[in-house]
């Protein structure tokens, strides 16, 4: 039986992207708690239809990854007590930037939410 090494994601890099979904997390939970698993998937280009992720744990704090790609989806920031449900951004698009990891395979570093008429979707499609 014959097999290949897979990369395990995406090439780090900026993609048009549409958010998909939240779901718990918990693989490892033991050692790191429950988390929360945030997916997208790429929209155009060589890896249009992939799938990019961010396990994160449940603190959403300012500066914590979940609460950074929580104010990603919402096109801005979000207060301090106001409640946030992933579940109202699936089908957000937008632009993602997917990082390497020590592994091998990438994950979602951030997220933009497209506004109409943004110069940042514009010029991040115009790569495509």
């Known amino acids: 039986m014959q097999f290949t090494m897979e990369a395990g994601g995406i090439p780090a ?11 718990r ?11 929360v698993k945030l997916k997208w ?6 890896h249009a239809d992939a799938e990019v992720t ?14 950074k790609l929580a104010a990603g989806l919402n096109g801005g920031p979000i207060a301090t007590g106001q409640s946030f449900d992933f579940s109202q951004y ?6 993602v930037v997917a990082e390497a990891t020590q592994g091998g395979g990438s994950r979602v570093a951030s997220f933009q939410r497209a506004q ?6 514009q010029q991040q499609h115009e790569t495509f």
Do not use: H, Q
């Not at 890099?13 to 779901?23: L, P, S, T």
């Not at 744990?57 to 914590?64: F, H, L, R, Y």
């Open 90 to 95: 699936v089908n957000a698009t937008g632009v």
């Open 116 to 121: 109409l008429g943004s110069p940042v979707v």
């Open 13 to 23: 890099g900026v993609y048009k992207a549409e958010f998909i979904g939240a779901e």
């Open 54 to 67: 961010r396990i994160c744990s449940m603190k959403m704090t300012a500066g914590s990854a979940l609460g």
């Open 25 to 35: 997390y918990d693989e490892n939970a033991e050692k790191y708690g429950v988390g």
């Open 41 to 46: 998937r790429v929209t155009e280009g060589p």
